[in-house]
C-alpha cells in the first residue's frame, strides 16, 4: 500500500462532510496511543497553554520520584525515558516557550537531582546538550523573553 502525502490526504479531508470527519478522528484515535494524546492535546489543552504546562511539570516531578537510584545505569535509563516523554508533549505543542519552559524544567530537575550528576559523563552529557539546546531556540524568541529566559539558563550553569 503505498502511502499519501500530506497534500493528497488533505485535498481528500476537504471533500469529506463533518460527520465522516469526526469518524475518521475517531477511528485514527483508536490505533496508537500518541494519536489519541495527540488529538486530546489539540480538544482540550492547547486553549490554556499555561495549565498543560503545569500537569507535564506535574508528570516530570512524579517521573523523578519512581526513579531507582541503586545504579547509575536504572537512573540514566529512567532520564532518557523522561527526556523522550518531554520530547513528546513538546512536539503536540509546537510552542516555543513551552519547549523551553519544559526543558529549564527538566535541567532543573536534574541539576538539583541526588546522587549528584556529576558522578557519570553520560548523565552530565546529557544535560548539557538539553542545556545547548534551551541556548540556541532561546534566540527564536521577542527580546523580553530572551532574556527572561537567559537568567534562568544561567542559573543553571554550574
Same mark, same amino acid.
Given at each position: 500500500?503505498?502511502?499519501?502525502?500530506v497534500?493528497?490526504?488533505?485535498?481528500?479531508?476537504?471533500? &469529506?462532510?463533518?460527520?465522516?470527519? @469526526?469518524?475518521?478522528? %475517531? #477511528?485514527? $484515535?483508536?490505533?496508537?496511543?500518541?494519536?489519541? +494524546? !495527540?488529538l486530546?492535546?489539540?480538544?482540550?489543552e492547547?486553549?490554556?497553554?499555561?495549565?498543560?504546562?503545569i500537569?507535564?511539570?506535574?508528570?516530570?516531578?512524579?517521573q523523578?520520584?519512581?526513579?531507582?537510584?541503586?545504579?547509575?545505569y536504572?537512573?540514566?535509563?529512567?532520564? &532518557?525515558?523522561i527526556l523522550?516523554? @518531554?520530547?513528546?508533549? %513538546? #512536539?503536540y $505543542?509546537?510552542?516555543?516557550?513551552?519547549?523551553? +519552559? !519544559?526543558?529549564?524544567?527538566f535541567?532543573?530537575?536534574?541539576k538539583?537531582?541526588?546522587?549528584?550528576?556529576?558522578?557519570n559523563?553520560?548523565?552530565?552529557?546529557?544535560?548539557?546538550?538539553e542545556?545547548?539546546?534551551?541556548?540556541?531556540?532561546i534566540t527564536?524568541?521577542?527580546?523580553?523573553?530572551?532574556?527572561?529566559y537567559?537568567?534562568?539558563?544561567?542559573?543553571?550553569?554550574?
Amino acid at each position: 500500500m503505498k502511502t499519501a502525502t500530506v497534500k493528497e490526504l488533505k485535498a481528500e479531508l476537504i471533500d &469529506r462532510s463533518h460527520h465522516e470527519l @469526526i469518524e475518521l478522528c %475517531i #477511528r485514527l $484515535s483508536r490505533f496508537k496511543k500518541e494519536n489519541k +494524546e !495527540l488529538l486530546s492535546y489539540l480538544l482540550f489543552e492547547s486553549a490554556n497553554e499555561e495549565d498543560y504546562i503545569i500537569s507535564i511539570k506535574r508528570e516530570i516531578d512524579e517521573q523523578f520520584e519512581m526513579i531507582n537510584t541503586t545504579s547509575y545505569y536504572y537512573i540514566k535509563k529512567r532520564i &532518557r525515558k523522561i527526556l523522550r516523554t @518531554i520530547k513528546k508533549y %513538546i #512536539r503536540y $505543542s509546537k510552542s516555543n516557550e513551552t519547549e523551553i +519552559e !519544559l526543558l529549564l524544567y527538566f535541567c532543573k530537575k536534574l541539576k538539583n537531582f541526588t546522587p549528584s550528576i556529576h558522578s557519570n559523563i553520560l548523565i552530565k552529557n546529557m544535560y548539557h546538550r538539553e542545556t545547548l539546546a534551551i541556548k540556541k531556540k532561546i534566540t527564536v524568541l521577542h527580546e523580553d523573553l530572551q532574556y527572561d529566559y537567559k537568567l534562568e539558563l544561567q542559573k543553571l550553569y554550574f
